[in-house]
């Protein structure tokens, strides 16, 4: 198993760019999210999926959007970049939407520099 | 919402111990503990659930007080592995979110 993919792993992009962040799981993960991380301030929830076509918000969702036609692939939009997008991104998932119970499996993340 | 960890960074000499504590502001179902080294992904260490049931770790271990809302991870005859930042998740009554702390970041030196 290749686990939790993403791609590409490092990516600079200009304000106003738009751009797809690509996750794919092949362990048959019901729930799927991702997150960004900045310096001093963790983990935060973009966007997450219980399913196949069922997507719902996490705490920091402005100016991203996602889609969820498959189990295995959850792809990360930006649609209009601005630099204060620049952020590491993680994709996770995990067996089950219950995410308080089921251990979170994390990609290698993406590095995003928006100038 | 966000969990609050202390101490933000730890420095130990190999062998020594280490207390990382996790607090919350709400009633917590579940607490997950990650490590994360530079440059990587979290990886998974261990969860504790109400009720006492905890998925663990070989070699570090934690407890979970419900009344308090607090977690403790304990990292006992530290190793360089052990190196890397530590990340709670916190997961409340009645929501299926998990949220993750701020991090510690600790250091082991030889």
């Known amino acids: 198993n290749a686990g939790v993919t993403q791609t590409p792993k490092f990516q600079v992009l200009k304000t106003g760019q738009s751009m797809t962040l690509q996750c794919a799981q092949d362990m048959n993960h019901e729930y799927m999210s991702w997150y960004r991380q900045d310096p001093g301030m963790g983990l935060r929830l973009i966007h997450y999926s219980v399913g196949a076509g069922i997507t719902d918000q996490g705490e920091v969702p402005n100016g991203y959007n996602v889609s969820r036609s498959t189990t295995e692939d959850f792809p990360l939009r930006l649609l209009s970049a601005a630099p204060s997008q620049t952020s590491v991104y993680f994709c996770?998932?995990?067996?089950?939407?219950?995410?308080?119970?089921?251990?979170?499996?994390f990609g290698p993340g993406t590095r995003l520099l928006v100038l | 919402q966000q969990p609050v960890q202390s101490p933000q960074a730890v420095i130990l000499r190999e062998g020594e111990d280490a207390v990382i504590n996790c607090s919350s502001s709400?009633?917590?179902?579940?607490v997950h503990w990650y490590r994360q080294k530079h440059g990587e992904a979290p990886v998974f260490l261990m969860i504790l659930l109400k009720g006492g049931e905890q998925k663990g770790h070989e070699k570090i271990s934690a407890s979970f007080n419900e009344k308090k809302q607090q977690s403790s991870l304990y990292l006992t005859a530290s190793q360089l592995s052990y190196s890397g930042t530590y990340f709670c998740?916190?997961?409340?009554?009645?929501?299926?979110?998990?949220?993750f702390g701020t991090g510690t970041r600790l250091q082991v030196f030889p």
């Open positions: 996770a998932s995990s067996y089950s939407g219950d995410r308080r119970q089921e251990t979170q499996y």
């Open positions: 998740g916190t997961g409340g009554v009645g929501t299926d979110k998990l949220i």
């Open positions: 709400k009633a917590l179902y579940s």
